[in-house]
């Protein structure tokens, strides 16, 4: 419930300054029909060798813990909100990790 009346203003919490290459983001989101805390780590693969992906962990604490690292070179605010939405939307968010896209060349 507290998180929840952090997250009022804004729909998440970020703890670093942006732009930035790693950001650790809290926000409550659906995972197997119910809401849960997530505790989201968005990385900026800098176009690197990697595809863009998202693991998802259960964290001791019953929250979860979800990594999303995308190729781009810097994570803003519109990236976090579209990743919010993506996250959200996502019809069949399983745990472990899950890879999209093209390698970079």
């Known amino acids: 419930m507290a998180l929840k009346a952090q997250l009022a203003d804004r ?9 930035a290459v790693k950001a650790s983001v809290r926000f409550l989101g659906p ?3 119910r809401e849960v805390a ?12 990697s595809r863009s ?12 813990a979800l990594t999303v690292g995308l ?11 579209k990743t919010l939405i993506m ?9 472990g990790r899950h890879e999209w896209g093209e390698t970079p060349s």
């Open 38 to 49: 997530w505790n989201m780590t968005l990385c900026a693969l800098q176009g690197g060798s």
């Open 87 to 95: 996250v959200r939307n996502f019809k069949r968010l399983e745990l």
């Open 71 to 81: 190729n781009l070179t810097a994570i803003d605010e519109p990236t976090i909100k």
């Open 53 to 64: 992906f998202m693991a998802i962990a259960p964290a001791p604490d019953g929250t979860f």
């Open 31 to 33: 995972f197997h029909g």
């Open 11 to 19: 729909g998440y919490l970020c703890s670093c300054e942006l732009p």
